[in-house]
Nanobody, 116 residues
Framework: VQLAESGGGSVQAGGSLRLSCVAS????????MSWYRQPPGKSRELVAG????????EYGDAVKGRFTIVRDDAQNTVYLEMNRLQPNDTAVYYC??????????WGQGIQVTVSS
């Protein structure tokens, strides 16, 4: 099982980034996919979650209206489009997969740094 994140990096405030998470080793379409983040010195928090290709989307309050989660079941990939980035979006971002039961997978995490 692997969740491979990419697309992180450094950007100035107001900029945009798109994170990708390519899944392998499990039946992607049967899993809810989410992005979490962990800012420096803080606990991990939900950024966005998408239960199926046709519905069930949830966003953290801090990112509503700026971030968009999209999944492509044909490519086993979930994306996080991040716009109007702010310094407090700086965090390690993690891809998360949940089978609606006891199985959870996490990616290794990818750094996003937003400078003012």
């Amino acid at each position: 099982v692997q969740l491979a994140e990419s697309g992180g990096g450094s950007v100035q405030a107001g900029g945009s980034l798109r994170l990708s998470c390519v899944a392998s080793g499990f039946v992607f379409s049967g899993y809810a996919m989410s992005w979490y983040r962990q800012p420096p010195g803080k606990s991990r928090e939900l950024v966005a979650g998408l239960r199926r290709a046709t519905g069930g989307i949830e966003y953290g309050d801090a990112v509503k209206g700026r971030f968009t989660i999209v999944r492509d079941d044909a490519q086993n990939t979930v994306y996080l489009e991040m716009n109007r980035l702010q310094p407090n979006d700086t965090a390690v971002y993690y891809c998360h997969a949940w089978n609606y039961g006891p199985i959870i997978h996490w990616g290794q995490g990818i750094q996003v740094t937003v400078s003012s």
